[in-house]
């Protein structure tokens, strides 16, 4: 789909703004008269779904154009905004309205899918100049976290400090620094895990300690809490949603998740086995960039999905860490390319073998292969629109998960990658170089 008013016409465009609470009974023809229109709307949003479960996201618009050609009747529910709220939420799992109507955002949003689908994107590079941190100078600075939100990008580096930029224009806003303590270990302030929206920044470090920022405030870096690396281990992976902190440690056998109240900042839980066996490797991430040792991701609302190398688990978030289901992998997994969204995760082994599980209970969906994973170490990640995106050797592939079908490679070669993520509108790299790319397929 080439343009809005293209991506219109095939959704059942038209005045889309008709608020729910004025519908009013239509008669089209004389068998469909007679049925009210919140049982067709209730029968538009499940062919809109159940198509996405079985063809496919792009899919949901040709059913909703068919059923929409019936009549006049059916055509009218098509002015319901309430109805392209719900199909917003379900199928392009979002829930901000940031254009004129649900409708609108609705077509934004396949559009933009179907560009990512085909490979029609603008191509940025972001360049910056560290500032000097006089304790080292900033010797091998690289960057080890990237994330996203609908207007901003952040980029953790090992030297503690987060640059935040500002997405339509690409501007560089403010860089962040943690607050001073001792350490304990070159990388110790080194940034494991950012969450970003467009009102804060929550960043979190190897030694434990995480900081909040309110985006557009003046105050420096709050520190919500001081890690203790001697009792807890090092922060390896840290994440969370509006709900929950998750972080999970190397270092300290039985201590492997910590999870937050975010609204309170307030510690609630603290057990785990996990990474027992990766105890040795968290120290090392103090005094040297080791690979990673593991990967959190919340799936839902209450629930985790954690992995390491030969282990998967997921956990419940709101009862006390309970682990859910887990599953052994015989051969181990690369913890770089883990990823995971509400419903699936994949992963890469060391044959270079992709392995795509539901959230739910961990089954199988599909396998793919990787290839040239077996030779070097991947990175990956996967955004909620099912486009999984893998960089090996410096090219950037794209897969669509949910089938495992490969679409395409990113024109631009970049070479070694320290840090990559993708959303449903971009594809972020840092490249060894200290380069930031960015690839924006949103619509135009």
Known sequence: MSSSSSASEEVGGGDSGGSSSRR??????????????PF????????????????????????LSNLFQVCSTWRAVSRSDLLWQSLTTRIWNRHHLLRHTWHDEYIYWHQTSNNLRHSRYIYHTLHFVPEINNDNNNDGLSCRRLALSDHHLAAGFSDGSVQLFHLPTRVHLSTFRPQQRDRLGRYSRAVSGIILTD??????????????????????PRRAHLGDVVNDGALVDFTGCDRWWIGLYAGVPGRAFHIWNSETEELIFVDGDLTDPEAVTGWHLLTELTELVGRVRITARDTAVACTGPRLVVIDLHNQGLILRERFFQQELIVGSFDATNELLVAVDGRGVATVC????????CRFNVRGASQRGVIGS?????????????????????????????REKIGEVNAMHADERHIVACSSDGTIRLWDFGAQ
């Open 40 to 63: 067709l709307e209730a029968l538009a949003r499940q062919m809109a779904i159940d198509a996405s479960r079985s063809i496919g996201r792009l899919a949901a618009a040709q059913a």
């Open 382 to 410: 996967m955004n909620n629109s099912g486009y999984g995106v893998m960089c090996v050797g410096g090219l950037i592939r794209v897969w669509e998960v949910e089938n495992g079908v490969y679409l395409y490679s990113l």
């Open 199 to 220: 009102e804060n920044l929550v960043f979190a470090s190897l030694d434990g300690d995480i900081h909040v920022v309110v985006i557009g405030g003046a105050a420096p």
């Open 358 to 365: 539901r959230t739910e209970d961990l089954d199988e969906s």
């Open 24 to 37: 009013r009974r239509r008669r089209g023809g004389r068998s469909n008269g007679v049925w009210p229109e």
